[in-house]
């Protein structure tokens, strides 16, 4: 095996939209008046080559993020990926190669390792996800993402050939426990749904077998078992026996969605590939270029 492969998908670029702005903001908050080791300690003139290295194994999202970085610091700094987005990688793989003004490179290089390391982070922890479920469960992320920073955390899920749930409020119908308290219960909360935006499917979340029978008695086309033991869980998908689609949610493992993979699920949807992501150790390594 080589230091780099390839992933099985590859997700669709990111919109510069996305992120231009975000990066613009996180440099603003980092630099504020100016970078003052740097420009006391290295001379205006000065030009460095620099590699961004994993230290660790991971699967790399970012690169276009902590391209951006370095680019609105000084878009004179050269940035050539050595991979892409979505590959696999080994500790000791160059992830990019970068030369420019020293001075830029210096400033840029916490900033656009932020987000590298944040995103990647995602990325690993959902191929770890997705292997444990060995293609017989697709792995969902959720809404518990960094303000502002969803777009990409969902991004860096698909990377890790993850798949993306709802985007927010406004894209899927998603009635959960406290919406069925102060609905009035699941059939009159799918009802409700149903008459407001017909066009939506509707996902109703159960963590009782009795709110199981209320969900299939009031035809959701997505069941989600929440927090249910692997006894109830199994009991449930045979109640529902293929009249809705199976979302398993809640304390997930890899260890419990490797033993629920053959429950008949459709899928399953874990909150901490967004809310509690690894921090990839990866570093940049400077030297002089003597060409300059």
Do not use: W
Not at 55 to 79: I, K
Request: glycine residues 8%.
């Amino acid at each position: 095996m080589t230091s780099t492969s390839s992933s099985p998908t590859r997700p669709d670029p990111l919109s510069p939209d996305l992120y231009v702005d975000l990066v613009r903001r996180a440099l603003a908050e980092d630099i504020g008046a100016g970078d003052v080791t740097t420009r006391a300690t290295i001379p205006a003139e000065a030009r460095a080559r620099a590699s961004l290295v994993a230290r660790q194994p991971c699967v790399v999202a970012g690169l276009d993020v902590a391209r951006e970085a370095f680019r609105q610091v000084d878009a004179a700094v050269r940035f050539e990926p050595a991979c892409v987005d979505g590959d696999r990688v080994r500790p000791g793989a160059v992830l990019a190669r970068l030369a420019g003004p020293a001075r830029a490179v210096l400033t840029a290089e916490r900033t656009a390792l932020n987000f590298l390391q944040h995103l990647s982070g995602i990325a690993t922890r959902t191929r770890a996800f997705v292997d444990a479920a060995g293609n017989r469960l697709a792995v969902l992320d959720t809404r518990k993402t960094l303000p502002t920073f969803r777009a990409l955390a969902k991004y860096a899920v698909r990377c890790g050939g993850g798949t993306n749930h709802r985007t927010g409020l406004f894209d899927a119908v998603l009635i959960k426990d406290n919406h069925i308290r102060v609905a009035g219960g699941i059939g009159q909360a799918v009802r409700l749904a149903r008459n407001s935006v017909p066009g939506l499917p509707v996902e109703v979340e159960a963590q009782s077998l009795d709110e199981v029978h209320a969900a299939l008695e009031a035809k959701a086309d997505v069941i989600m078992l929440d927090n249910m033991s692997d006894e109830d869980i199994r009991a449930a998908i045979r109640r529902i026996a293929g009249r809705a689609r199976v979302e398993i949610s809640g304390g997930l493992t890899l260890e419990r969605v490797a033993a629920l993979a053959d429950s008949g699920a459709d899928r399953v949807s874990v909150g901490q590939l967004t809310h509690s992501p690894l921090t990839i150790d990866i570093s940049l390594d400077v030297e002089v270029d003597p060409a300059g």
